[in-house]
């Protein structure tokens, strides 16, 4: 591949900032140019479900720029939405109009808060991916508003518990018959609610929102089987969907989110790379095609994506993490690496789940493919290591672990 001269990123949050931060590292000395919609310099969306809520952090502490990030010398185009691009012709297209010609272009736009079809615009009701929502349902929890949060999947978990420790009334509304059930299975799925039921959230299990009530403000929920839940705070937590919608026409493969090949180069256009929440690749560890919306992966797929980009067709690795994601719930980190499928069987290697604190391995045909941790952290890190070099449930099992 011939030198590149200018890389445009487009998203300019953690995906982004990494990618720009790796081309650098690895000696990329032409021009870089960091395209994102927001108005916010990057900053880090994990806390905005957390500390954020709880106003234990002032906002500004999710900044993610240092210092030292000047000299990466970037030009920052920051309220500037991507609308389209042209892989043949080399050019991002802009919503002012403008025109960006680029050598390689690297696609970090995440994902987009999924909302419920046909939701009233009245006040109070409220999805939570950036930062500019995290404020306003912040402003709104000081009026002490009974707060009903729709879906159990981390965010909204994340949500109750840190509603909940603002001493304010929760109700959880949850389609499937346990939260987080997706990610962790139905009797983990199970253990959570039992513990979110001890710290005074309200669940509503196996059931969906028939419909909101009130005017100009939600005044509460209708639910499918006739429940009424009392709230003038509703945030929906049901999940995210890759922010793709800007690419559409432009020729790439988009299968839920930007499908790449295992290098993380999208398809058909080997200088444009994708990575974080909006990047789908096979990955060969798992066998699987996946998209991942956890920070780790932002962090590490960039990295590799940059790498990738800049070693031309020369050096071909693929990318094949051990995927990891953190929750922070009242007391308990919860950490989950790997893959969870509904077949797999467990087993607790560490602590018990009366404690509260233990670690459990899933897999199957023998193989340790994902690792759970309550209040385990390095615990969990050390699994993680071990399923990246093939652990079998006959060794994990072995006491001198
Ligand atoms: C509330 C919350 C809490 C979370 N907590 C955890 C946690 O505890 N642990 C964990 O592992 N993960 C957590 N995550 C997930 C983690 O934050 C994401 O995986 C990570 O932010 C993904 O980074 P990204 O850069 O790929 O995407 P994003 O962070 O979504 O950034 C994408 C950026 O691209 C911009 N963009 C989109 N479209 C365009 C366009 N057309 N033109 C220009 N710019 C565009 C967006 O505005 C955005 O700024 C959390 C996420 C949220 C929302």
Known sequence: MAKL????????????????????????????????????????????????????????????????????????RLGARACGLEPGERKLKLESGEHIGFDACAITTGAL????????????????????????????????PRVAVVGGGFVGAEVAASCRARGLEVTMVEALPAPLERGLGRRMGMYM???????????????????????????????SDGAHIPAELVVIGIGATPATDWLEGSGLELDDGVL??????????????????????????????????????????????????LAGSA????????????????DYKLQ??????????????????????????FGNKGQVRGVLGINRPRLVMKYRGLIRRGLSFADAKRPSR
């Not at 090949?261 to 058909?268: G, K, S, T």
């Open 315 to 330: 050096a071909r690795e693929p990318f094949t993490p051990v995927p990891f994601v953190w929750s922070d719930q009242f």
């Open 113 to 144: 808060a999924r909302r419920i079809p046909n939701t009233p615009d009245i006040k109070g009701i409220h999805t939570l991916r950036n930062l500019d929502d995290a404020l306003a349902i912040r402003a709104l929890l000081k009026g002490s």
């Open 336 to 361: 989950f690496c790997g893959r969870f499928t509904p077949e797999d069987e467990s087993v607790v290697v560490d602590g018990s789940l009366a404690e509260r604190r233990f670690v459990m391995l």
């Open 193 to 223: 609610a039992e513990l979110h039921r001890d710290h005074g959230v309200e669940l509503r299990l196996g059931v969906g929102v028939k419909e909101f009530i009130g005017d100009t403000q939600v005044a509460g929920l209708r639910l």
């Open 5 to 76: 001269g200018h890389i445009v990123v487009v998203g300019a949050s953690l995906a982004g900032l990494r990618m720009l931060q790796a081309l650098r590292r690895l000696g990329f000395d032409g021009r870089l140019t960091a395209v994102g919609e927001e108005p916010h310099p990057p900053y880090d969306r994990p806390p905005l479900s957390k500390q954020v809520l709880t106003e234990d952090w002032p906002p500004d502490r999710t900044a993610l720029l240092r210092d030292e990030d000047t000299a990466l010398d970037i030009d920052w």
């Open 260 to 309: 790449c090949d295992e290098m993380c180069r999208a398809r058909r256009a080997p200088f444009v790379v994708a990575a974080g929440d909006v990047a789908r690749w096979p990955n060969r560890r798992f066998g699987e095609v996946m998209r991942v919306e956890h920070w780790t992966n932002a962090t590490e797929q960039a990295d590799h994506a940059a790498a990738q980009l």
